[in-house]
């Protein structure tokens, strides 16, 4: 796990009532966590978050246009909620916090890591290093 990765996801926290943090590849794959949130827990977040954003996907017909790209998922619970964006091509960022959060200042945190994250996932270009011939 990449600590650099970690550590900025460690800043979501900052927010009063952000819980954990996790950031996921598409494949379902954790690539970084929080430090407060074990890594089996994470692995079964990540491979239930990459459902949640293949289902919601899914649903840009619902609002009368199939093309529409996804953009954010919410889901409620009794104690909390969990918001889930996308962090560039591939690349998946999920927050849990409490029910009295700043649903706000939590989605403009994520925004900000998603920036600060893509220097981190986005991969140099190959250089051609010889081809088979």
Known sequence: M??????????ALEIPGA????????????????RDIDKDNADRVAAAMSGVQSLSRSL????DNPTQRWQQTLVEFDGGWVFLISAGD?????VSALPDVDMQDITFRM??????????LAAPPREDIGARR
């Open 2 to 11: 990449n600590d650099d990765l970690s550590w900025m996801l460690d800043s």
């Open 19 to 34: 819980l954990h943090a996790v950031l996921i590849s598409a494949d379902g794959l954790l690539m970084a966590r929080t």
């Open 60 to 63: 840009g017909f619902f609002c």
């Open 90 to 94: 591939g690349a998946y960022l999920g």
């Open 111 to 120: 925004q900000q890591l998603v920036g600060q994250l893509g220097k981190f």
